[in-house]
């Protein structure tokens, strides 16, 4: 395969697990967040809405944690639908950048208020050939606007906490 060709399937692969890690959050399917990033996740978070003590937390993690949590955190919502757009991978042999941005749409039945809380981000993102696949290494978000009921997020952190000290 040429230097091109190569290039080429090397950023498709990268954009296919950007789609697979987000498809999960949406099917609520940790095993799809596993399988995009490394065993070893770094995140850092630019104006997250606040959840009390929630399982979203910038660091370096281990993947399966973050993906049972970030499971946990998005079940609160009775549905979410990421969208994710102008993808841009640029590759350097086994490492890799890229970004898109991200339309998440967020709805949560409450009483006598909005439902919904919808969130543009920004997502820079880090990828390693690792073992000859390539995974996600490190995510930066950084919310761009939100509209809605960023109060939904608390409530999220509530509800979480009130599973916890069962």
Known sequence: MDEALSELVDEYRIRRLILTW???????????????????????FIGFPDMGDGPIRPGRHRTADRADGLIRMIGQFSMTQHVSTNHLVTVDGDRATASAYVLATHHMAVEAREPW?????????????????WRLTRLKWTRLWTSGNDALWAEAGKRLAAEAAR
């Open 22 to 44: 987000l498809d999960g959050i949406d099917t609520r399917d940790p095993a799809k967040i596993r399988a995009a990033w490394a065993e070893e996740m770094e995140t850092e």
């Open 117 to 133: 809380s919808v969130i543009g981000a920004r997502y820079d993102i880090e990828a390693a050939r690792i073992a000859g696949d």
